[in-house]
């Protein structure tokens, strides 16, 4: 979608423009090579500055840092697959036994009988 019509700026435009540094309106007005036009163009390039900010806040936050351009070296060797050959894990069935709760134990004459876990 176009953010700026009279210089034939689009959102993917200034979100480049941000990934590749600029932190401002202003900063991405530059960038851009954006020239002044009629205006309405502001409203929401601030407003795409902010949301940018804000997702690069909580990105830093949740990793506990600025993003690092390069992936760690041990980051880098492929995911483990799992062999499709092999047998897949029996599903689990009945019920999952709680700490402290009463099971059922079969007994020898087939009956049942509650026992303490």
Same mark, same amino acid.
């Given at each position: 979608?176009?953010?700026?019509? *009279? ?15 600029? *932190? ?94």
């Amino acid at each position: 979608m176009y953010v700026c019509i *009279c210089n034939a700026v689009t959102e993917d435009d200034v979100r480049s423009c941000m990934a590749g540094g600029a *932190c401002s309106p202003k900063e991405v007005k530059a960038a851009c090579g954006m020239k002044p036009g009629c205006g309405s163009c502001t409203k929401r390039l601030h407003a795409l500055v902010s949301e940018y900010r804000t997702a690069s806040e909580l990105a830093d936050a949740i990793t506990g840092g600025p993003a690092s351009p390069v992936m760690p070296a041990e980051r880098t060797q492929p995911m483990p697959v799992a062999d499709p050959a092999a047998p897949a894990a029996p599903p689990v069935t009945g019920p999952v036994p709680v700490a402290g709760a009463s099971l059922p134990v079969r007994t020898a004459e087939g009956g049942t009988a509650a026992t303490a876990a």
